[in-house]
């Protein structure tokens, strides 16, 4: 904690009984207490740090006093007490022997974590992770795969087939319930969210129940698909041939032309194809 002059640093005395301290020069030995106590220095001891930054705490400073310093801590540097990747300085050991440092004490583990976040992404600061096993948390992606999947999960129960059909461009004129839960304009509910795996797909969910699929013929089908731009025609017949041959579901399919920027409309026609009522071939 903090005193009353603020933040504070503390070393172990045995510094000065080890070996290897006692050969470095006068000159050496200033610069890593310098390193260790400046401001710039937090609880981790890894932190951006530019030279002129120490200069300017030392009044009256000449050319052969930064001269001295500079070499001091380009000492530390070749002993490996210190790495140094511009603008990144790290005191290698400063974490591990800093007494109020408990390896297992997660609250300090999720402060140390968030000074590094806080750093830039260069290889020293990977290089510290590696060193005191912290490394951050990986999130799951947030993003669908711009490919299609070669298999749906299914997840909802069957939807209830409607009695009427929608035509043109704007809400539906039919009398029945439309696929799924419909809601006005003939806009399909999102019942649910789905969830995406690690490895891009659509992850499987808990509860698992299959849909009855839809046998629109060829004309019925490219009538519906008119009432797409172009560009949107293409993808959804390509997601049709690949939900055939797959198991979905009406959730899963939604889930999937959302995230390839299909409105709730297009979405909609794409599910009065897929779960719509066998229709004789034409």
Known sequence: MPGEKGSYR???????????????????????????TIRDCNFPCIFVFYRPSLYERIPNINEGTRTRIDAGIDALIDAGWVKYQRPVLWIVKGLKNDPSFVPGNGKQIKGIDAILRGLPNIKLVDEFREYYNIHPKIR??????????????ASMPPSKQGTGTGTGTGSGTGTGKGTGESTREGQPVDNSRGAVAPSGGLEAPRVAAPVERGGKSNSGIEKLLKQLSAEKQERAREAIEKFKATEFTVDTASAFLRSHDFTPFEIGIVANILFSPTEASA
């Open 10 to 36: 503390s070393v172990y005395q045995a510094i000065w009984d080890d070996e290897e301290f006692q050969g470095f020069d006068l000159d050496t030995q200033w610069a890593f207490f310098a390193l260790r």
């Open 140 to 153: 799951p992606a947030s993003t669908m795969p711009p490919s299609i999947p070669a298999s749906m999960p």
